[in-house]
Nanobody
Framework: VQLQASGGGSVQPGGSLRLSCAASGASFRGNVMGWYRQAPGNEREWVASITGAGLTNYSDSVKGRFTISRDVAKNTVYLQMNSLKSEDTAVYYC????????WGKGTLVTVSS
């Protein structure tokens, strides 16, 4: 089972990016998937999650700016990030829960002018 995150890059404050996390080797159709991030010198923190039923939840720091969604047919979870701030700079990781916890390799998001 693998989770492959992509879509990171560099963007100016106020810009947008969309991250993708494609799962392979198993279906996460009915399972919780989420996004976490780790900024330099900080611990990894939870950003957003989505249940198998499509219920979403967000950390206060991204609520109203980020949107998590999933495409069940593609076994993929997305994170649409709008109104990005410098403090959103971090390596973003996707996480899937399916009996055990699976982590994807991170994708770097840099928000800087």
């Amino acid at each position: 089972v693998q989770l492959q995150a992509s879509g990171g890059g560099s963007v100016q404050p106020g810009g947008s990016l969309r991250l993708s996390c494609a799962a392979s080797g198993a279906s996460f159709r009915g399972n919780v998937m989420g996004w976490y991030r780790q900024a330099p010198g900080n611990e990894r923190e939870w950003v957003a999650s989505i249940t198998g039923a499509g219920l979403t939840n967000y950390s206060d720091s991204v609520k109203g700016r980020f949107t998590i969604s999933r495409d069940v047919a593609k076994n993929t979870v997305y994170l649409q990030m709008n109104s990005l701030k410098s403090e959103d700079t971090a390596v973003y990781y996707c996480r899937g829960s399916r009996g055990k916890i699976y982590w994807g390799k991170g994708t770097l998001v840099t928000v800087s002018s």
